[in-house]
């Protein structure tokens, strides 16, 4: 069965600075997509950035990039530059093809910006 | 943009009554999910649906049902809820090839059962 890991329940970072965010994921199916969802407090789900498992290079959203890395099975979000607004829980998640193409999520990780 | 609209943000109902969620898009979009939310556990799938009047369970289905009598609503409901059913409901919708589209997310239900 397919899953997706995120091991840091939370993280801190100081405004300005990059950061990592962890996501490690199990399939067997050759194809899947890869997503990062933001989720701020007031509770809307608001998508990031996408991989595709065939995608050679990594995808770049402004300040998102993703460090895909398919042989570890590892799709970790980086955030460069903190933002205070960046204060979120971040979601990582794969699009299931052989299951109606509908998503397994991560457990999530609580991101802090600190001033 | 997508729309994705939950009928309510927050609701607090009873044990044993029978609760409604509703969600509807307006974007035309075939797939439509119900995911609840619970901390250190991520988003875990309901029910999805494919088309008018198609279902499929989902990886936690018991306890609930769903209806999809027309394309842009999609209807979650609790048939004698529990107190274990307090959670963050979310319900998305995407097209049907998706490939690199995500699902849209409305802005979730805080569903209490006391």
């Known amino acids: 069965a397919q899953k997706i890991t995120q091991t840091q329940p939370g993280m801190f970072v100081q405004e300005k600075e990059a950061v990592t965010l962890d996501c490690t994921y199990d399939?067997?199916?050759?194809?899947?997509?890869l997503f990062w969802y933001k989720q701020p407090s007031s509770g809307e789900m608001i998508f990031l950035i996408y991989?595709?498992?065939?995608?050679?290079q990594n995808a770049t959203e402004g300040r998102y990039s993703l460090n895909f890395q398919k042989a570890r099975k590892s799709a970790n979000l980086v955030i460069s530059a903190s933002q205070l607004g960046d204060s979120a829980m971040y979601f990582c998640?794969?699009?299931?093809?052989?299951?109606?193409?509908?998503?397994?999520f991560g457990p999530g990780t609580r991101l802090s910006v600190l001033p | 943009d997508v729309k994705v609209t939950q009928s309510s943000r927050y609701l607090v109902k009873r044990t044993g009554e029978k609760v409604f969620l509703e969600c509807v898009q307006d974007?035309?979009?075939?797939?439509m999910f119900w995911y609840r939310q619970d901390p250190g556990l991520g988003l875990r799938l309901i029910y999805f649906?494919?088309?008018?009047?198609?279902?499929e369970k989902g990886d936690i289905p018991e306890g609930y049902s769903v209806s999809r009598e027309k394309k842009e609503r999609f209807s979650l409901i609790l048939e004698s809820a529990s107190t274990n059913q307090t959670s963050m409901y979310l319900c998305?919708?995407?097209?049907?090839?998706?490939?690199?589209?995500?699902?849209?997310f409305g802005d979730g239900t805080r569903l209490s059962i006391l």
């Open positions: 998640a794969m699009r299931r093809d052989n299951y109606g193409q509908n998503f397994v």
């Open positions: 974007m035309d979009h075939e797939n």
């Open positions: 649906s494919y088309d008018v009047k198609m279902k």
């Open positions: 998305a919708s995407s097209l049907v090839e998706t490939s690199n589209q995500p699902q849209h």
């Open positions: 991989q595709g498992s065939y995608d050679q």
């Open positions: 399939t067997s199916d050759p194809s899947y997509g």
